[in-house]
């Protein structure tokens, strides 16, 4: 199975509200990435929180992670439809026989703000 | 000021065709790879090149062939295109292979 594994799949709300997604992982990380994608577009880097942070900002931003649960979290305070995206967690990791690393996606929160 | 870009946006083509998807970067980047995105949304690594050199290869058929000319260069090569390799195909550039990762726009591949 994947290494990063979102949940839910997919997440409605009213613009104002907060979204929360949650990743889980399997293998040992160095670090743990957040991106967004738009519709039709690349992925965008938001936010790196390292395997020994605990939790970071930025912006409307919150991300938690607990390498005991081998699970992390993304905060969207304050939703706007511009916030309308698919957003993806992604582990960097050693494991796996990848001497080098490599980072993993999963498969994706799709995130729907209603205006 | 593109940062990574890549041509073509589109590809349409039919089964048996050779076809090649070009990357650029202008980020001074020295770690660049190529992504599959299936209609699951699943992304997955297919090749990383850090300076020219190849350092990731995943399970991907030899019909695929990377080519980094220059660091900041990175082109993919497919042979004799079949239909599962529709899908659309990115490009990505990082400072570092455990930074944070700047995306292409993605190549569209469509198999007929």
């Known amino acids: 199975s994947q290494q990063g594994e979102e949940d839910p799949q997919a997440l409605s709300i009213q613009e104002g509200e907060n979204a929360t997604m949650n990743c889980s992982y399997k293998?040992?990380?160095?670090?743990l990435q957040w991106y967004r994608q738009n519709s039709g577009r690349g992925l965008v880097h938001l936010i790196l929180?390292?395997?020994?942070?605990r939790e970071k900002h930025s912006g409307r931003l919150r991300v938690t992670l607990d390498t005991s649960k081998k699970s992390s979290s993304l905060l969207i305070t304050a939703s706007r439809a511009a916030d309308t995206a698919s957003y993806f967690c992604?582990?960097?990791?050693?494991?796996?026989?990848?001497?080098?690393?490599?980072?993993?996606f999963g498969q994706g929160t799709i995130l729907t703000v209603h205006p | 000021d593109t940062a990574v870009s890549q041509t073509p946006k589109y590809l349409v083509t039919q089964m048996g065709n050779d076809k090649s998807i070009k990357c650029e970067q202008n980020?001074?980047?020295?770690?660049m790879y190529w992504y599959k995105q299936d209609s699951k949304k699943f992304l997955k690594i297919m090749f990383s090149?850090?300076?020219?050199?190849?350092?990731i290869n995943e399970t991907v058929p030899n019909r695929f062939s990377p080519k980094s000319p220059d660091k900041a260069h990175l082109n993919l090569h497919i042979n004799s295109l079949e239909l599962g390799d529709s899908a659309v195909y990115f490009c990505?550039?990082?400072?570092?292979?455990?930074?944070?990762?700047?995306f292409g726009p993605g190549t569209r591949l469509t198999v007929t």
């Open positions: 990505a550039s990082s400072q570092d292979r455990k930074h944070e990762q700047y």
């Open positions: 293998t040992s990380i160095n670090n």
């Open positions: 929180i390292r395997s020994n942070e």
């Open positions: 992604a582990t960097f990791s050693n494991a796996g026989g990848t001497s080098y690393g490599k980072l993993t």
């Open positions: 980020l001074g980047h020295d770690t």
């Open positions: 090149y850090n300076n020219k050199e190849l350092i």
